[in-house]
């Protein structure tokens, strides 16, 4: 039987933007962030938050998952435009193309091994949850999964993504895409507007016309 699923929407569906642009945001303070995962006497050491996530540590607070996404910005890995190694095969299985259940063990292998190469790769890690669910382990999809939803809400504690100066702050072009992928929203354009890339919407599609999201660390520029 062939695999068709909407991976992304199936931990997080009722989770709507609305409820989103309610909640409390503040941009990163991206050179206290810097400081903070360098202390190596703090929680918010890098290398210790990053084995937290890597072990699927699902007491991980909000402050620490900013850190842990923000921060990623700052380590020598760190890549916007990087592109996976396992890119190709990543794609069969973001598709659905012809997988069927006997793949799925060679799935979870795959993106386990794209996530030790990028380990903030949200889209990965939440399509590496699901595929866990698909084969009943239960308990490695939860830890998975909330580690997702704690890296997601990172970026909507950031912003709300109605005007630029209170965009979503993202790391990478591809995070603009899984948070509108959440959303169940589907832009008819991209464009650059200051530091913000904005994703517009089909005219009253939704209940807003677009959404930015603040990409100003690629260019090297930081909000004050």
């Known amino acids: 039987m062939t695999i068709k699923v909407f991976f992304s929407l199936f931990f997080f569906i009722g989770f709507t933007l609305l409820h989103a642009q309610k909640l409390k945001f503040k941009a990163p303070d991206y050179p206290l962030i810097e400081k903070n995962i360098q202390d190596k006497n703090s929680e918010l050491y890098y290398p210790k938050l990053l084995k937290r996530l890597q072990q699927n540590d699902t007491l991980l607070t909000n402050d620490q ?9 700052f380590q020598k890995s760190y890549n916007p435009y ?24 060679k799935g979870i292998q795959l993106f386990k091994e794209a996530l030790e190469e990028n380990p903030l790769d949200i889209r990965a890690m939440n399509y590496l949850a699901y595929m866990y669910h698909l084969i009943n382990d239960e308990g490695a999809a939860k830890k998975i999964a909330e580690n997702f939803r704690g890296l997601l809400e990172a970026i909507l504690s950031s912003g709300d993504g109605l005007t630029c100066e209170t965009g979503f702050h993202v790391i990478s072009v591809t995070d603009e895409y899984v948070m509108m992928n959440r959303f169940q ?23 807003v016309p677009g959404l930015y999201f603040n990409v100003s660390k690629f260019y090297g520029k930081i909000l004050d």
């Open 65 to 73: 998952y900013r850190h842990l996404y923000f921060g990623y910005l």
């Open 185 to 207: 929203m589907e832009s008819i354009s991209q464009s650059y507007k200051g530091q913000c890339d904005y994703q517009k919407f089909e005219k009253d599609k939704y209940t």
């Open 82 to 105: 990087k592109i996976s190694k396992k890119a190709e095969e990543m794609t069969r299985y973001y598709r659905g193309e012809g997988i069927t259940e006997k793949d799925l063990p």
